[in-house]
């Protein structure tokens, strides 16, 4: 165990941009890891009210600030990433407001692995603070190829950001565990599935879901959907959809690279689904089906209440639900549950309006509900 955290075991997650560190910390939430990304509570501490926000200007300027005030993070890397001294400056600054989140964040963590995703791990003084270091690779050619599809940055900016990390191999030898991720989602959760029962082996894959809520007869029972349940939350979603998203099991498989399905269960049947993800300490539920013949105000009253006791065990400070039109006519139930309709301009926090605006699908309505007072990285 970690001496700064000794209830807890530490791995540290690193690796270049964009060889999948972010899919390998879901993996590892998703077997009972609790995720930390010190990259996203980096970006948070520049923020527009927090604490590195004017120190950040006082260095290098206004000159890097957006129309609305806040500091913009594309202009500052073009910086930073093209000169060895600004990167120091910065970080500087970053990471003494990072490390102390991060104390903080697994000192109030109810689990007991903690996972922290930082690509900067192994140059700082996280290093000296975790159990475990695991590394994940991709071939540069992968690397550029995900940065210009899903990043969509330019190829030249790409390769900039790709030459300013170094050559992979000097992170891999250094590496507990390498992870490596250039295949397909299987590929790499049968990777991440190996190394965790090296932490943990006693805990079984199961085949089909974890029921997080018992139901009796008349209700419904709620389950955490696991990714040898993907043919089953594929063929639901397709047929909840009314044939509007055909999904395939390769599709559930990638997406749970990125989020969770809390399943509503009547027996071993799937009648509502809710697809939810947790970044930057916001919860954000993106898809939410219901079959034909379930009452919708009856299924939000049981789901929504597990998604926020989920969120909240993972220190969330506020929950995000995007609802097809049709769940509208039902806002009666969910302002009863705490949640108001509103904009992502109209939150007030930049981070959750940051969130909102990276996270509605086209098409839904957003409502949106606290979940605690205190947050991380609060104005001081």
């Known amino acids: 165990m970690s001496s700064k955290w000794p209830e807890k075991y530490v791995i540290g997650l690193t690796g270049n941009i964009a060889t999948g560190k972010s899919v390998v910390r879901k993996m590892l939430e998703h077997l009972g890891a609790y995720g930390i990304d010190a990259d996203a509570l980096a970006h948070r501490a520049i923020a527009r009210g927090a604490p590195g926000y004017q120190p950040v200007i006082d260095t290098f300027g206004k000159w890097i600030l957006r129309p609305d005030g806040e500091i913009d993070r594309a202009k500052l890397g073009r910086l930073v990433f093209a000169d060895a001294e600004a990167m120091a400056q910065l970080e500087d600054i970053v990471h003494p407001l990072v490390r102390q989140a991060i104390d903080l964040m697994i000192k109030r963590a109810s689990q007991k692995v903690i996972v922290i995703e930082a690509i900067k791990l192994l140059e700082g003084e996280l290093k000296n603070l975790v159990d475990t270091v695991w590394v994940t690779y991709a071939p540069p050619n992968v690397q550029l190829k995900r940065l210009v599809e899903k990043r969509e940055m330019s190829a030249e ?67 955490r959907g696991r ?59 993106t898809e939410f089906y219901l079959a034909a013949d379930v009452n919708p105000e009856a299924a939000m009253q049981t789901l929504l209440p597990e998604i926020e006791k989920a969120s909240r065990d993972l220190q969330c400070e506020a929950s995000l639900l995007f609802l097809p039109p049709a769940l509208k006519a039902h806002k009666a139930v969910l302002e009863k549950l705490g949640y108001r309709q509103t904009t992502s301009d109209s939150l007030g926090i930049q981070a959750w309006e940051d969130a909102a605006r990276e996270s509605q699908p086209p098409g839904t309505v957003m409502f949106f509900k606290q979940l605690r007072q205190d947050r991380i990285l609060r104005p001081i």
Do not use: C, H, Y
């Open 157 to 223: 900016d790409a390769r900039q950001r790709i030459a300013a990390q170094g050559a992979q191999q000097e992170k891999t030898i250094r590496a507990n565990v390498v992870i490596r991720n250039d295949g397909s989602f299987a590929d790499t959760w049968k990777q991440v599935l190996s190394a965790w029962k090296q932490i943990q082996p006693d805990d079984q894959e199961t085949t089909g879901p974890v029921v997080l809520k018992e139901g009796s007869r008349d209700t419904f029972s709620i389950a």
């Open 227 to 285: 990714p040898k349940q993907s043919q089953a939350i594929a063929d639901f979603i397709t047929s909840a959809s009314q044939g509007a998203k055909t999904v395939t099991i390769d599709d559930v498989m990638e997406a749970f690279g990125e989020k969770a399905f809390l399943l509503l269960m009547d027996g071993d049947q799937i009648k509502g689904l809710a697809a939810w993800q947790v970044e930057n300490l916001v919860s954000r539920t």
